[in-house]
């Protein structure tokens, strides 16, 4: 059994349901801890269960029962305990799959709370809903891993001491968490999307994850134009995800991919959803990225894609909500607009930003504009620079890769 593999695709989903079981963050985390630690003594020598996402529920909830037993905690969680016993021990695998995605959604919403901070939020529901590390949040946040590590304890220990409820919010309390539920469900599907570690490029559960969650939230909020621009963004970009790696195993760039191999079913979805927004009024973060997102996946050949109105987006893009990392892609967009050279110069002026100091995607572009420009000793200085950041092996492989051919 691969553990790693099972904690990647799993612990959200594990911890969403012992969360909702317990009321108790930390004893729900703690809980599942001790339930990994006894599968990795009794499957070696037994055999991995024939469902081990119930068996890890099972065998974590019976830990945390001990906990509360010692701490006569017991009886205030039992009736809550009990409710989802009862579906995590059916043998319909289906009913376990509701249960999960039900308290997933709950999750999410509790993480929302506007009683906490909204990088707070964000933040808890990653680590909780997504299973992702503190170091894979804090560098999406392109933040210190301790600075996010007291963020995290400091949400959860407001949610404890304020009682905030696990469930859904009413109809009118939704409008003031939709900001940051659209927040964490874009991160979601970005991890998902570029893995920020590991040995694959993709985490399909996590995109899918993220794909039903903007569904759901758009049934939640039919009016909410920007919970459809999401959904359109993650669905175009999602359509490429057979074309994106080969069938060894290594990336390939947009340009490159073989656009035979991209879902046009959900490039038409995407399309529709955004069109929808657009006709609505909708011009914010999502609705700006679900238009590049739509100019690369409806254009025929790499040669047709529409540079320069993909410049101009990121141009609004970056005066609307300025971001270090949008100006890595705007950079990229000036570049194939107008002149390699001009969007050299934009990279250039990004590396004084210190949130960029650790973005290895910043060495890595500058890298291949070098290349591009034939200046090979500068590109192969920059993929230096990009191999020493870099945490995804897929991609690691890829930058050896032009490393070695222009040092050849």
């Not at 990088?119 to 299973?131: E, K, M, S």
């Not at 009118?172 to 991890?191: G, H, K, M, T, W």
């Not at 039903?212 to 995800?241: F, I, N, Q, T």
Request: glycine residues 6%; charged residues 25%; aromatic residues 6%.
């Amino acid at each position: 059994m691969d553990f790693e593999k099972l904690h990647r695709e799993e612990s959200g989903r594990i911890l969403s349901t012992l969360i909702g079981m317990l009321g108790d963050f930390d004893l729900a985390e703690e809980a599942l801890q001790e339930a990994y630690a006894t599968a990795l003594q009794k499957w070696p020598a037994e055999g991995t269960p024939a469902n081990p996402r119930a068996w890890l529920i099972s065998t974590a909830r019976n830990s945390a029962i001990d906990q509360l037993r010692r701490g006569k905690r017991l009886d205030a969680k039992r009736d809550q305990i009990q409710h989802h016993i009862e579906v995590v021990q059916a043998p319909q695998l289906e009913a376990a799959e509701e249960m999960c995605a039900d308290d997933r959604l709950r999750l999410i919403f509790t993480c929302c709370h506007p009683a906490l901070a909204t990088d707070a939020q964000v933040a808890l529901t990653l680590r909780t809903v997504c299973g992702l590390t503190t170091e894979e949040i804090a560098k999406a946040f392109l933040l210190p891993v301790a600075t996010l590590a007291q963020r995290l304890v400091r949400a959860k220990r407001k949610i404890r001491d304020a009682g905030i409820p696990y469930r859904e919010p009413l109809p009118e309390d939704l409008p003031e968490r939709v900001d940051s539920v659209l927040l964490a469900i874009y991160l979601i599907f970005n991890e998902g999307y570029l893995a920020s570690s590991g040995d694959a490029l993709v985490r399909r559960e996590l995109c899918s994850e993220a794909i039903r969650l903007g569904r759901v939230l758009c049934e939640l909020l039919p009016r909410e134009r920007e919970a459809r621009s999401l959904l359109a963004l993650m669905l175009l970009h999602d359509s490429r995800r057979d074309a994106r790696v080969s069938g060894d195993g290594e990336l390939i760039l947009l340009e490159e991919q073989d656009r035979g191999l991209w879902h046009q079913e959900q490039i038409r979805e995407g399309s529709t959803l955004l069109e929808s927004a657009l006709h609505g009024g909708a011009n914010g973060f999502y609705t700006l990225q679900a238009s590049i997102a739509a100019l690369h996946a409806n254009a025929g050949t790499a040669a047709e894609t529409d540079w320069p109105q993909i410049a101009g987006l990121y141009d609004l893009l970056v005066s609307s909500q300025p971001s270090p990392v949008l100006e890595v892609n705007r950079a990229v967009a000036v570049a194939m607009a107008t002149s390699l050279t001009d969007g050299l110069a934009l990279l250039d002026q990004l590396e004084e930003h210190d949130e960029l100091a650790e973005f290895y995607l910043l060495p890595a572009a500058r890298a291949d504009l070098l290349r591009r420009l034939g200046r090979t000793e500068e590109a192969a200085e920059a993929y230096r620079r990009a191999l020493q950041l870099v945490n995804n092996d897929i991609e690691r492989r890829f930058l050896l890769r032009r490393y070695a051919e222009i040092t050849r």
